[in-house]
């Protein structure tokens, strides 16, 4: 294969490995009130007020680095994706990650590449770039270095991907021109070369280093600067939550950077949730899964999925990679949207909120934390800790549905989280929750109440359907009407029970799988 | 070229090196749809900090209008505001930031007027941009009145953003003797010079406009990007330095226009056999508040009802109608992929009504020969393979053994149904305005042998430069990497048509070829007296000149030419024959010649809660003899995928003051790479060519194919009908909302689905 040869041939193990890169990184004078991080293997030391400045901004307006493409600034179309190593200390891959939606200031101690560092001065090319290339995979090329980043970050694992793995890694990315065909066809392509790379590393004496290993990541600390603070222990936010009245938590930062760029939160401190240790904790102990509020929710997905296989299909559609990738648990619970995202699945898996206030704790389960749309139980001064989740129970049935216009990267129209137990075919335990159909999430109680003690039969579902129309209020906006929202929850249950109790199969998505 | 892509290389306009002292503008737009402006205060914009200059309607020192056709387009409005987000000022700051939050500063009071916002409403207030047309063929009323079987409805089809990557955005430049240079991404540069220059009270030579790419263009930036280059222009004259306007994206969704939404109100008589005897149709299109490219958007269409298939009498009436809304404007197809959808969507009730294959249906409306060959403006189809495309799409796709196993699998299967439908594609090359089937072409040749080529045409990701840097380096014999197409300017080839309408290839490369030929006379002339032999027996290829079995090196003959005193540079003009149309009556032949195709798409539709997804397509294309056939392969995929985003998630919403709320991507939904189909094949067919001296003898392939998107609606009424004989009112696009409501209606209406455990997901879901 002429790809790989040439691809050995210009020792990308040199360019990329990063311990060396890392070892050079020039010695800076240090200061809490600088955020240092590294750019394509260069260290930056940033000035503090460019805190609030989103990376995209920084790349392309302070330092011109016009590679990466400013397409919705929301999040949504990949045009400006870069490779971050992110989760945390213990990890060495590199994710995707929008540059619109990260604030500079979160940055600290984080490598950053960009589309620039992967083509060397020679203009020899990263495989992802070559396979791109020799598939033809653009037309106009303003969506192909957010292409190439996607790519490179699944690079080190793409020789064990499925095509579906390889779909969800590049659904944070649009391209208008091409139909995706041949960004698809350099995909398949650069799995077959890394599975062949793969066996050339064990046969030859001489390893091939992966490009993609960040390594080790160099501690750097930023305290923060006016307008922006980033404690490190759940103490230091204690003190800076009595100094700082006006604030916003700030965790993944997919909802709240696009508005602050707007200048909604022009009068309030951010302080960035992200870089606290003790909120990102994820751990399955007895009954119960805990996670840490800040947890991306790619982690917690993978925990959830583990417990919870029916979940694979409700987790591959929920948002795009580079989007789990930084998005939180906590984060979306405090937002709070009607819809709800996860937030019918927490009702679902009795969920509790641990909150935290003045360093005393209380737990209040999901069910009774929300007062009407985007408005919660939290205080001022309060934030979420954890959220602790219930553990599959024998006999029990569980699911949970995104109903949207698209299948990925698409706010739901209707969300809706099943769970029942049964005893000899007679339903013991039973929660039903939904998103999209009042203003604010909900457990469908009295369809609850209906099932309840019942056999497991159609009789009894249909019973329940008729109650959940009487039960439910939906909204109606540019997702869905009202009569639609209805209609969908209700066939929900019906899907749910069909899903469980006939042979064929009730998934778009997993039909196609089977084949 | 592509490694410029996955680099990162590549320099869009907001890409060019920062130019010291560059200011940026941002722009205050209407907050109603329809109002008077009482009173405007701007006097807390004009102080803002960073704010060097602001700029109204007054402030215009030519036209205050950007429109392409009519003048009907203020840069900014001063009196009535005519859709929310209408441009009414813009604020030029030393930044971006500056800028944009200046203009959040305005403080406007309107007299709030009632809005016409949709279709409807328009049709009943009889709000028309022009006076309606009507073109009728044969005897409509007589042959509808005696034909047996009747069939009659509306067909909805929503609009679509056109969604370019890349947004909207201009620099304009002041150099020296008030002279402007604008850098913008637009489809139409001499068209951007032209209004500049007549807004800034300037000559057409006074501007230079240059386009080094697009990030995606599809139409929308083929008179909409204006408006962005004057207000950068006046902002550049105001303030004496560079200024760059670029919009977010919200904005851009807010001020641009988009795709026409269309309602189509049907008669059809037709025989048991399901050939049609008279069809009735009227097309009401939203075109926003201005003409803008609205009336030909509406005559391309009127020419596309028929689409493949001969209409005896016919009668066709397009109102085209004045909103409150964004000027609607050109978007791939330009009004064709909307009447070729209507077409084939009656015929598809058609065939559910006398219980027949729809392929069989659609193959006994197909022209044919005389007097079948006729179109309905009076231009003779004379290149028609149509037919031919079907026989071998039905074949290799196994389109009839799929519709069975379809039938099978939805016989067994409660809530997942499949759907499978073909429509063929005719669709006319060359702009319905005669006057624009022109082009302008520069070769240079340098003393090194090689060559640079600079046409009319702007390079948006459809490969027009690398199909026209072939054509050159054919004329030469010379490999195409010694040509360098360069980026559109005006002052390298003046007085260009928009790169639209499927044409740029031909248009551009006759030019290019043209010019070429020039230059390669003229060395054969030199070469041929230098030698003693004729020019005519000199060969020009594998990078040399041949004369007999003796060659000369291209790069020295060109060196050697030199010294010798031959001019190395010419133009090159190109103006199609044949083409005439005349809009008044109808009538003409406005195309070249014909491109035709033919898709078949299958569905899978999930009747609980009408989410679809495309699960197999097969396209058979006819491109001509094509110049290259992996960048048409690009076209053909990226028109269709855009064809079946437009025809389903993509949906357009307003509320109900006029506000566009699906306003930028996180709520507006075009595909993503799940969409593309797992199955798939698509191929050019090798059998055909250009009737027509074309370049190559190939043909336009830009737009025909996002008209093959057809199947897939198609194939989800299908998925919907199941074994229904009733007509299955689906509206475009068929979004989870409007499938589920269809699949309601249709099991309401004919109870198909028997018994109550099959009827599990359909019946109740009205429950």
Redesign the interface.
Known sequence: MSLIDEWARHRYKKRYSSRSKAGCMTPVKRSCSSIEFTLNGEAQVVDGRLARTTLLEYL??VR?K????????????G?CMVAIDELGDDCSDYLAVNACLRLVGSLAGRRVV???H??DSQ?S?HPV??A??DC??????????GF?MSLFALWPSIGTRS?DEI??A??G????????????DAARRLRTMAGEIASLESSESAPIQFPTRPGRRRPARFAGAPGFVAPRSLRELQALLTRHSNVLFVAGGTDVVPRLRD?EFDERTIVLLGELGALRRLSVKGDRIVVGATTPLSKVFSVLVNEYPPLAEFVRRFASVPITNVATLGGNVATGSPVGDTIPLLMCLDAVLVMRRDGRRRRVSIDDFYLGSRRHLLRSREFIEAIELARPQPREFMRA?K?????????S?VVGAFRVVLDDGRITAIRIAFGGLADRPMRARRTEDRLLGRTWNRSAI?AA??TL?EEVHPIS??R??AQ?RR??A???L??WY?ELT?D??????R??MAQ | M???????????V??A??MSGMLHAAIGTSAHAHARIASMDLSAVRTAPGVLALLTAADVPGLNDHGPVEADDPIFASDVVEYIGQSVFAVVADS?AAAR?AV?LASIEYEVLDPTLDIDTALARGRFLSPSVRVVRGDPAGALAHAPRHLSGTLRIGGQE??????QVAIAIPEEDESLRIVCSTQHPSEVQRLVARACGLKAHDVRVECP??????GGKETQASLFACIAALGARATGRAVKLRL??RQDFAITGKRHDFRIDYQAGFGDDGRLHALKIISSSRCGRSADLSIAVNTRALLHFDNAYYLENVEIVSHRLRTHTASNTAFRGFGAPQAILAIEHVLDDVARAVALDPVTVRRRNFYSSAPRDTTHYGMKVEDNVVERLVDELEQSSRYQARRKEASAFNA?????KRGVALTPVKFGISFTQTHLNQAGALVNVYTDGTVRVNHGGVE????LHAKVARVVAAEFGIDVAQVRPTPADTDKVPNAPPTAASASSDLNGKAAAQAARAIRDRLANYLASREDTSPAAIEFRDDRAWYGNDSVRFADLVADAYQARISLSATGFYRTPLVHFDPSTCTGRPFFYFVYGAAVAEV?V?V??????L?RVDILQDAGRSIDP??DQ?QI??????GAGWLT?E?L?WDDVGRL??D????Y????????P?T?D?RIVDWNENAQDTIFRSKGIGEPPIALAAAVFLAIKDAIAGPSCGPVALHAPA???EV??AV?AVAERDRIWGDNERT??QT????
């Open positions: 392309r307006e011109q016009t590679g990466t493409k400013e397409g919705c600034g929301t999040g949504d179309c045009a960009t589309v620039e992967l083509t203009s090319q770039q070559r791109l290339a033809h995979a653009a037309q106009c090329g303003f969506c192909t270095p190439v095509d779909q969800h590049l659904s990315n649009l391209c208008r021109c091409t139909g995706y065909r041949p960004i698809l200048g549905y109903v949207a216009k698209r299948f990925e990267q698409d706010t129209s249909d359907r008729q129309d906006d540019h869905g009407t639609y209609d969908v209700k066939n929900l019906l899907k069909l006939d064929k199969p009730t998934s778009i998505w039909q196609g | 592509i490694k410029m892509f996955t680099s990162g290389r590549a320099l869009y907001d890409d090196p920062r971006v939050g959040a056109h969604l370019y990557l890349e947004g790419r697009l990030g995606g263009g599809f977010n994206r067994t299967h409660r809530v997942l948006m990701g459809q490969g899978t999930d609980l809660t009408g989410e679809t997804r699960e992996t960048i690009g995929e990226g028109a269709f995928l855009q998630s949906e919403v709320v699906t930028g991507p996180d709520r939904k075009i595909p993503t790479s799940f969409d593309w797992r798939f698509v979004t989870p909302v589920l409501r309601r599990g997901a109740e879901s009205s429950g």
